[in-house]
């Protein structure tokens, strides 16, 4: 069931009505959502519920277990538990087989390794990292554990933001839990219009560019010229940055819907001047949840500059890893890893007057330099085998000769998704006032108008990018 669907659009009009009726009821309510959103996961694979059930279950106790014993031995017992236990399930499911195979082309005197016959269940890597959060929370005396396994169940299995995120932290969800929801007209008019933004984003800019250039250069890099292989891959990095942060705006607006804030999940990461930067503003919730999980428990920065370079990359090329199980997605952490340990050297040292300057025009031609560092890793990521991402840096630089084909609609869309994302915060800020002053059925009418244009761009309503992570 697809955000961008009609099926979705029906599911979360009935969820809405039924949980008015219960708002006042908090069990009830909570025992409504939870079965909401276990029957949106079973929409995908029913079978795969009971991996999701499984997690719950095992954190809820492990979580309780932890904070009663005392004994330091037991504590690290249970945490280990908790992280085998996870980690154990998302390594068999997401990494089983492409383990396999390398052992296989590596090994071969161990003969045909048989692959597994599993899929990929729908965001394991999203709620695999939430329930973490909670145990190691509670193992580092942080968190208390939640005395309710209806509302633990519901924070890992929030239907909003179960499959794709943000990554929600038990600390951010379960203390909303316990509170009568107050939902204000703002509220709604805010969720409504993040929904909007979401769709507009999916569809109208990242599915047009998905289908009328993206996808047709990545299968067959060597068919075109520079011209268009350097469009086709600006266009992929509005493309995903649609695709992406226009699933967590809906997330974010349908839980606003239902008196839940999770968190922002993206914030303008193509202005940003350098690339630690990029990842303040790039997926937030992932790589806050990588800072504070791994690269510091690594030891961060304070053993040493070299330690710290070292933490950085290790750090990166996990965070590679985690969403996907292919070698060009190692890659691509192991280059931001090594960009971001240089950069930090280099900011150290006080190399270069133009990291240093403050002016708008150093800021805007650092955004754009750091632009083209990031565009090239996104190659890397786009590319399904290191034999296309080649291609298309030959491809870059000439091989298949100067020809520029590209529908000029295509310019279009990609200039106005530059220019919407280069828009300061106020412009989207003075943006939800305005349209938070519609009359409800001003608002009903520019949906249904939306919705009608994204049928139109896209007729099938086209999977997320991040659902196969």
């Known amino acids: 069931m697809l955000f961008n669907s009609g099926e979705f659009a029906v599911f ?110 729908v965001g394991i890597s999203f709620y695999t990292f939430q329930t973490l959060s909670y145990t190691i929370d509670i193992y580092r005396r942080k968190l208390e554990p939640h005395d309710s396994f ?72 060597g068919a075109y010229g520079s011209p268009t292989i350097l469009i086709a891959v600006y266009a992929y990095a509005f493309q995903i940055y649609g695709d992406f942060s226009g699933y967590s705006d809906i997330a974010i607006g349908c839980g606003r819907l239902l008196g839940f804030k999770l968190p922002k999940n993206f914030d303008s990461p193509y202005v940003a001047t350098d690339l630690r930067d990029f990842w303040r503003r790039w997926h937030i919730s992932l790589s806050s949840w990588l800072r504070d999980y791994l690269y510091i428990p690594l030891g961060g920065s304070k053993r040493g500059q070299r330690a710290t370079y070292i933490n950085l990359t290790l750090t990166m090329l996990l965070g590679g890893l985690w969403h996907g199980a292919g070698w060009t997605f190692i890659l691509w952490g192991l280059f931001h890893g090594v960009i971001l340990a240089v950069t930090r050297m280099a900011q150290r040292a006080g190399a270069g007057s133009c990291a240093r300057d403050p002016s708008k025009t150093g800021r805007v031609l650092r955004a754009l330099a750091n632009f083209q560092v990031v565009c090239l890793g996104w190659i890397l990521f786009r590319s399904p085998d290191f034999e296309t991402f080649v291609s298309m840096l030959a491809g870059l630089g000439g091989a298949n000769g100067w020809a520029l084909d590209v529908e000029p609609f295509v310019i279009v869309v990609l200039l106005v998704a530059a220019a919407t994302h280069m828009m300061p915060n106020r412009f989207n800020h003075n943006l939800a006032l305005l349209w938070n002053k519609l009359p409800a059925p001003a608002m009903a009418a520019a949906l249904i108008v939306l919705i009608g244009v994204c049928s139109f761009i896209c007729a099938a309503a086209r999977p997320f990018i991040y659902f196969q992570f």
Request: charged share 15%.
């Open 12 to 121: 979360l009009i009935v969820v809405l009505l039924l949980d008015m009726i219960l708002r006042n009821r908090l069990q009830p309510r909570y025992a409504f959502l939870l079965a909401a959103s276990y029957f949106f996961y079973s929409c995908w694979n029913a079978n795969y519920l009971l991996l999701l059930i499984f997690s719950t279950v095992l954190d809820f106790t492990l979580g309780r277990l932890i904070h009663l014993e005392q004994r330091k031995s037991l504590r690290k017992l249970y945490l280990l538990l908790s992280l085998s236990g996870n980690l154990g399930v998302l390594g068999v499911f997401k990494y089983g087989n492409f383990f396999i195979d390398n052992i296989t082309e590596t090994l071969p005197f161990l003969g045909d390794i048989p692959r597994l016959e599993v899929l990929l269940p």
């Open 150 to 221: 209806l509302g633990f169940a519901l924070f890992v299995s929030f239907f909003p933001q179960l499959v794709a995120g943000p990554i929600v932290r038990a600390s951010q969800f379960l203390p909303q839990l316990g509170k009568m929801p107050v939902i204000t007209s703002a509220d709604a008019s805010h969720g409504f219009f993040l929904i909007a933004r979401g769709l507009f984003k999916k569809v109208i800019i990242a599915d047009y560019l998905a289908i009328h250039i993206v996808d047709q250069v990545f299968s067959a890099p």
